[in-house]
């Protein structure tokens, strides 16, 4: 069997972990100051609510459930979306979330990790494990809206530069996404770069247009930060209030992205530039809207309210506007399309997604990576869904199930932490549970209204995908366990076949997923060949629950005797592996290893499905073809394609 990634957490089941001392590495921002960071932080983290005030606004008052646009309403929306942003944001990511770290990294995935590590592969787990799936599976259907939606909305403030670009909307959105995804396998480092400065300009344009309307009608600013206002509004239009809020969190898409990119920045940086920078310019430019449509001077409540964004905007303002809220749309699609690909490696490592081809774009920066199968995937869905949806406005109905999906769920697994790892008491845990409860569930619930004119689209993607990465973890589990009922333990190979066969000279590297029995392309390899190499090392690839482990404990080695050494490397799961980088860096199995002497076999499994428990056909099948479509053991591994020999077998499962 070819190696795979050791699923520390990969199911209920699964073991805990080795036991090896981990250590943080691989994190470049320790050594930063926090103000270069925060600024670094704007430039990527707040790309996707940072675009939010383009369509959240708008499609609260004018979107498929549109409501009247008079005071009692605009001050009840604005109230929400200035508590959604305190409670949403700033209390439960910020403040409580993204204390929650696996060795300083963020994401649903990595929080599972971490609660899995902690619990010992308790059994009761594996709930918490589907919901981290889940989680992860929505992420996905996030990433192909995310792009779609803020690259659209900026592309149709066109139409207020000019009406000619009307019917060239949609061609435009199209070249942009399409020449995004294009330039993905060149890196972002160097137009990385600009995202700093270029997002620090465009939320000060935030701010600047805010203000520019806030001095005409200056009380929305008290109305907007009294939370009277949005309790008024349920209670005097209760089942309005419930429906807007399903726009409402459009402003506030875009969060959980604060916890995932926690690794790249650290806690205190996205803390301060969203404290003191982001969440005020956001602000100022949704009070700005709603005191443009209230006092209704540049043109009549009606109109305002179909596009107050790119309404609010001065005549000699607009072509620059358009453009800067353009490049912010790109840039948020960059982050969300770089999530999606470091999102996928992880899932790789803790063995949730078949092997896939991962290309780093950056000598220097470890997390920068291309996906070809991700970005390419894609880009296909986004031009589908913006074909399909044709408008900002359409594709805004399937948006936010994702998203309040996955802020549900990190709640879920929140919860966990507190009572399993924190150990608050249940008078201290309670109160804020109850609190990220009741906004989640009001939130994912208002949004499930809209699944009839969209909403659909996001769950039929999360609920594929999510059957997808079950499957293959499940069968990946059910493969191991076939094939360990039928391996010859290794004492008794060796002393059998080690005075036995005949011995060459050079070393062989036996592949397994397993760190006892012996690996099936050796079997092989002794029934068609009749030999043995001089030395032979099994080698185990296995990834701990942790982002990053130490080179100092990366190998484990086990004299075996008769020139058998049993070896298993340790890498974290945002670690790239690299086998012959780490064998030069061995020197404990008999000398140092040259790569010119060394064979490495691998064996290639071919899937026959039975009708056996465990999967039911359809889904065994599922695994075979994606068994047979994942990335060859020699090229992920980095192994010398002239020193590979593959052996196959066949395994009913």
């Not at 103000?35 to 990527?44: E, N, P, T, Y």
């Not at 999606?340 to 490592?349: P, R, Y």
Request: aromatic share 10%.
């Amino acid at each position: 069997m070819t190696v795979e990634s050791q699923q520390g957490q990969a199911s209920a089941e699964s073991a805990a972990p080795t036991g090896i001392e981990m250590g943080q590495t691989g994190h470049g921002h320790h050594g930063d100051g926090t103000l270069k960071l925060a600024v670094g932080a704007v430039g990527v983290v707040f790309g996707d609510i940072g675009t939010s005030p383009l369509y959240a606004f708008r499609e609260t008052f004018a979107g498929h459930h549109s409501i009247e646009a008079d005071q009692l309403h605009i001050y009840g929306v604005l109230s929400l979306v200035f508590w959604s942003m305190m409670l949403v944001v700033t209390f439960k990511y910020v403040m409580t979330i993204m204390k929650a770290d696996n060795k300083g990294e963020g994401g649903s995935l990595a929080l599972l990790a971490l609660i899995s590590r902690s619990s010992g592969g308790a059994r009761w787990t594996w709930p918490i494990v589907l919901l981290g799936v889940f989680a992860t599976a929505l992420f996905y259907g996030d990433s192909m809206i995310t792009p779609a939606m803020s690259v659209l909305s900026a592309t149709e403030g066109l139409q207020y530069v000019s009406r000619g670009f009307e019917p060239y909307i949609v061609p435009i959105a199209l070249a942009i996404l399409i020449g995004l995804f294009a330039i993905q396998s060149r890196g972002t480092a160097k137009v990385g770069m600009l995202f700093g400065p270029i997002m620090l300009g465009y939320f000060l344009m935030l701010a600047v247009l805010g203000v520019m309307h806030i001095v005409d009608h200056p009380t929305i600013v008290m109305h907007t930060l009294n939370p009277i206002n949005a309790m008024r509004f349920f209670y005097y239009d209760g089942f309005t209030a419930f429906i807007a809020l399903g726009a409402v969190v459009l402003a506030v898409t875009g969060a959980e992205a604060l916890y995932a990119d926690m690794g790249h920045f650290g806690r205190a940086p996205i803390g301060l530039s969203w404290l003191c920078f982001v969440l005020p310019a956001l602000m100022l430019n949704y009070m700005g809207q709603g005191a443009m449509v209230l006092a209704g001077q540049v043109a009549p409540t009606a109109q305002l309210i179909q596009d107050p964004f790119f309404l609010m905007m001065p005549d000699a303002w607009r072509v620059p506007v358009v453009l800067l809220a353009l490049l912010a749309t790109i840039i948020a699609s960059q982050a969300v399309i770089s999530g999606a690909f470091s999102l996928t490696q992880q899932a790789i490592q803790l063995g949730f997604v078949p092997r896939l081809r991962v290309e780093h774009t950056s000598a220097s920066a470890q997390g920068q990576i291309y996906i070809p199968v991700v970005n390419w995937g894609l880009m296909v869905m986004v031009i589908l869904l913006v074909l399909f949806f044709g408008s900002s406005s359409n594709l805004a109905a399937a948006y936010g199930i994702a998203v309040t999906g996955a802020m549900f769920i990190d709640t879920c697994l929140m919860s966990v932490v507190l009572f399993s790892l924190w150990r608050w008491p249940a008078w201290k845990a309670l109160p804020v549970l109850a609190v990220f409860f009741i906004v989640d569930v009001a939130y994912f619930g208002a949004n499930l209204i809209k699944v009839p004119d969209g909403g659909w689209v996001p769950l039929v993607i999360g609920l594929t995908i999510f059957t997808m990465l079950t499957t293959w973890s499940r069968g990946r589990k059910l493969m191991q366990q076939e094939m360990a009922e039928s391996a010859m333990p290794i004492p008794v190979f060796v002393k059998s076949a080690a005075n036995s066969a005949t011995r060459v000279p050079g070393t062989a590297v036996f592949m397994t997923s397993t760190s006892d029995g012996v690996p099936h392309a050796l079997l092989h390899n002794l029934k068609h060949n009749k030999v043995l190499h001089e030395r032979i090392i099994l080698l185990t690839i296995k990834i701990a629950d942790v982002p990053f482990v130490p080179e100092t404990k990366l190998c484990q080695l086990d004299d075996l005797g008769q020139g058998f050494h049993r070896l298993i490397l340790h890498y974290g799961f945002m670690q790239p592996v690299d086998v012959p980088d780490a064998l030069k860096r061995t020197t404990a199995c008999g000398g140092e290893f040259k790569m010119i002497e060394t064979s490495f076999f691998l064996s290639r499994q071919t899937l026959i499905a039975a009708k056996k428990p465990g999967m039911p056909i359809w889904r065994e099948k599922l695994f075979a073809w994606m068994l047979r479509n994942s990335e060859s053991a020699m090229e992920y591994f980095r192994l010398p394609t002239n020193r590979v020999v593959e052996l196959g077998s066949q395994v009913a499962i």
